[in-house]
DNA sequence: CCGTATCCATTCCGATACTG
DNA sequence: CAGTATCGGAATGGATACGG
């Protein structure tokens, strides 16, 4: 039996991750955003193998997160180039980035750094800013199901977390 | 054989795909934000078969996203709650709903929305601000190896993405 | 209610060989 | 170089039955 298909929920991060979710996309995407755009680029800065980076990339040029463009000067072959609708995925590689760098290295082990170009320092840090200019949390938010939309009044649901302290 | 592991490359958004990169985990976790805490409710709201979803809960508990507390009024069972580092997940959830709320919804389609509970209103934009407080694009940045570390002078591969025009 | 155990189909993925 | 074809092992995932 098929996996069930999040394609058609009302849930938009469970469209993304029907769409991106899977182990390899998001490493090809990254590796697109790196300059990579041939076939063999991808297939050596990941360690793929070769059949499933030719599924990975035809599914991400069906859902056009990915182009294809001829090369000119060479026979017939294709190279790979982000869409915007790829080119939009860059605050999604951003976040898990800065979230790994917080919680997935030990003290001493080396990691890439993402760097702004023109100041040549590291990127400053992702952040939710509320209405009020202050930043948000998880705790001061909450989702309107779509069948609540026509209801503009307040939320049931806030509040309703309950985390870990740690 | 079994898949690469990338646990322990350098670079940081594969080791967040490499603990969290699954088809189900960021949907536990959205879950969690959303404040369900017991087995039965996750089940329920991903329609995951218990075994998977048995699984992951494991995992999750394993890399310290998610934590057990026993529920104190019922009998030896376990309630999940995110810990500190899964509720820094917060941004990714973010990033990727605001991308497919932007790429994968028809015109006419239905979506559930993230609120801000203090004033009622949809959650801003996700902004990455570079030094000079102008919003930084996948262009204006570069990824330093850690191999680089030492060499504190400018980006080489700065201006190498090409991308697509739409 | 909260899982565990088992079964089975599908999918994933690496390795390799092959083609233009 | 850029794939395609095929193989086989491993993991995924749904369904169901069972136990505490």
Same mark, same amino acid.
């Not at 001829?70 to 026979?75: A, L, M, T």
């Not at 190279?79 to 609708?85: F, N, W």
């Given at each position: 039996m098929?996996?069930?298909?999040?394609?058609?929920?009302e849930?938009p991060?469970?469209?993304?991750?029907?769409?991106?979710?899977?182990w390899w996309?998001l490493l090809?995407?990254?590796?697109?955003?790196?300059?990579m755009r041939r076939?063999?680029?991808f297939?050596?800065?990941?360690?793929?193998s070769?059949?499933i /980076? +030719?599924?990975?990339?035809?599914? $991400?040029?069906a859902?056009? %997160?990915?182009?294809?463009a001829?090369?000119? #000067?060479?026979?017939g072959?294709q190279?790979?180039? /982000? +869409?915007?609708?790829g080119?939009? $995925?860059?605050?999604v590689? %951003?976040?898990?980035?800065?979230?790994?760098e #917080?919680?997935?290295?030990?003290?001493t082990?080396?990691?890439?750094t993402?760097?702004?170009?023109?100041?040549?320092?590291r %990127?400053p840090?992702?952040?939710l800013?509320?209405?009020?200019?202050?930043e948000?949390?998880?705790?001061m938010?909450?989702?309107?199901?779509?069948?609540?939309l026509?209801?503009?009044r307040?939320?049931r649901k806030?509040?309703?977390?309950?985390?870990?302290?740690r």
């Open positions: 098929k996996r069930t298909s999040l394609g058609r929920v849930c991060v469970a469209r993304a991750l029907d769409e991106i979710g899977d996309s090809i995407i990254r590796d697109a955003f790196d300059g076939f063999s680029e297939q050596k800065s990941l360690g793929i070769k059949g /980076l +030719t599924a990975r990339l035809k599914h $991400l040029v859902i056009d %997160v990915l182009q294809t001829p090369i000119s #000067d060479e026979g072959y190279e790979y180039v /982000l +869409t915007k609708k080119r939009d $995925l860059f605050l590689t %951003v976040s898990l980035r800065q979230w790994a #917080d919680h997935c290295f030990g003290k082990e080396r990691r890439s993402l760097m702004e170009t023109a100041s040549g320092k %990127v840090r992702l952040a800013q509320g209405r009020d200019g202050k948000l949390d998880s705790s938010t909450f989702v309107r199901k779509a069948a609540d026509d209801d503009s307040a939320p806030a509040g309703v977390l309950r985390t870990a302290e």
